[in-house]
């Protein structure tokens, strides 16, 4: 709360106010918001369940109380069960923003980007299987079987669904072995060739063909998206830290080719070993005379 929030805030109040002035704004449905609300999104969500979580906060609630810091009082015991749910958003969100720390590995980055690029993928394997789940459950409730598990058309998609996964409860399975209901029995069967074989088979190749397309562009869409998040910071940074960061680069001072060889400025050294690149030739083409830059060229 101390630490993370009051920046937090800050921060994004002073960009969407400079946004305000400057009319950055997007158009969501008939309400015209901030740029940096939608861009950051996740964020702004964050602060809210912070603030949600300050106002509910056991502990807050049994100040006072001894032992000190202590979340079981009358107050706090109240309040419990509330406070866990935006401490369970909050939880999400911080390692939603947590992994946006995979731009400073490319290969990282281009991982989670493949990750993304196939969840449409797995979401149409879900919707299949919720389609395949709802049409053989109303087909299985329409047996009209008085039976633990299949009395009914939801009663009967949660057993298709446990069949499907593989934790049906014995009275389930003991309602399949019995001989008076063969209609049943070729109806699971059927739903589970359906949904085990076919649509899991269908969603690995759905996998690989969409793996395959968007593997060639990868690592340039993990490089662009680096440049995309080193934007988005840099508008947060404060003016003063971004000053003192130039002034650190150092870049109006010559740079050094090596000791006693001193070069052009504009440029970060970088020290490393010799013997790595050993040469005998310079490759360091020099030219004698006039500096001024309204001079000819060198040749």
């Given at each position: 709360?101390?630490?993370?929030?009051?920046?937090?805030?800050?921060?994004?109040?002073?960009?969407?106010?400079?946004?305000?002035?400057?009319?950055?704004?997007?158009?969501?449905?008939?309400?015209?918001?901030?740029?940096?609300?939608?861009s950051?999104?996740?964020?702004?969500?964050?602060?809210?369940?912070?603030?949600?979580?300050?106002?509910?906060?056991?502990?807050?609630?049994?100040?006072?109380?001894s032992?000190?810091?202590?979340?079981?009082?009358?107050?706090?015991?109240?309040?419990?069960?509330?406070?866990?749910?935006?401490?369970?958003?909050?939880?999400?969100l911080?390692?939603?923003?947590?992994?946006?720390?995979?731009?400073?590995?490319?290969?990282?980055?281009?991982?989670?980007?493949?990750?993304?690029?196939?969840?449409?993928?797995?979401?149409?394997?879900?919707?299949?299987?919720?389609?395949?789940?709802?049409?053989?459950?109303?087909?299985?409730?329409?047996?009209?079987?008085?039976?633990?598990?299949?009395d009914s058309?939801?009663?009967?998609?949660?057993?298709?669904t446990?069949?499907?996964?593989?934790?049906?409860?014995?009275?389930?399975?003991?309602?399949?072995?019995?001989?008076?209901?063969?209609?049943?029995r070729?109806?699971?069967?059927?739903?589970?060739?359906?949904?085990?074989?076919?649509?899991?088979?269908?969603?690995?190749?759905?996998?690989?063909?969409?793996?395959?397309?968007?593997?060639?562009?990868?690592?340039?869409?993990a490089?662009?998206?680096?440049?995309?998040?080193?934007?988005?910071?840099?508008?947060?940074?404060?003016?003063?830290?971004?000053?003192?960061?130039?002034?650190?680069?150092?870049?109006?001072?010559?740079?050094?080719?090596?000791?006693?060889?001193?070069?052009?400025?504009?440029?970060?050294?970088?020290?490393?070993?010799?013997?790595?690149?050993?040469?005998?030739?310079?490759?360091?083409?020099?030219?004698?005379?006039?500096?001024?830059?309204?001079?000819?060229?060198?040749?």
């Open positions: 709360y101390l630490v993370f929030l009051p920046s937090h805030l800050i921060n994004h109040a002073r960009v969407a106010r400079n946004e305000l002035r400057t009319k950055c704004m997007i158009a969501v449905g008939c309400i015209k918001l901030p740029a940096s609300i939608v950051h999104f996740k964020c702004y969500v964050l602060a809210g369940t912070l603030v949600t979580m300050i106002a509910l906060d056991p502990v807050i609630r049994c100040l006072g109380q032992p000190l810091l202590t979340a079981h009082c009358d107050a706090g015991n109240s309040i419990a069960k509330i406070y866990a749910i935006p401490s369970l958003v909050g939880a999400l911080v390692c939603a923003l947590a992994a946006d720390l995979c731009v400073f590995s490319t290969r990282v980055s281009a991982f989670v980007l493949t990750f993304n690029r196939v969840m449409s993928e797995v979401m149409l394997f879900l919707f299949g299987y919720a389609a395949l789940i709802f049409a053989f459950g109303m087909a299985a409730a329409t047996l009209k079987i008085e039976a633990h598990g299949w058309l939801l009663v009967c998609a949660l057993t298709m446990d069949i499907f996964m593989g934790t049906a409860h014995e009275d389930e399975r003991e309602v399949l072995e019995e001989e008076e209901l063969p209609t049943l070729i109806l699971v069967t059927g739903f589970y060739f359906t949904t085990a074989v076919y649509l899991l088979n269908l969603l690995v190749a759905q996998l690989a063909s969409s793996y395959s397309t968007a593997l060639e562009d990868l690592v340039g869409f490089r662009m998206r680096r440049g995309v998040k080193v934007v988005e910071e840099m508008n947060l940074t404060s003016r003063r830290r971004w000053d003192g960061f130039v002034q650190s680069l150092r870049m109006d001072s010559p740079v050094s080719f090596c000791e006693g060889d001193t070069g052009m400025p504009g440029a970060i050294e970088v020290m490393e070993r010799a013997t790595p690149g050993a040469t005998n030739v310079e490759s360091i083409r020099r030219y004698g005379g006039t500096t001024s830059p309204g001079g000819p060229p060198p040749p």
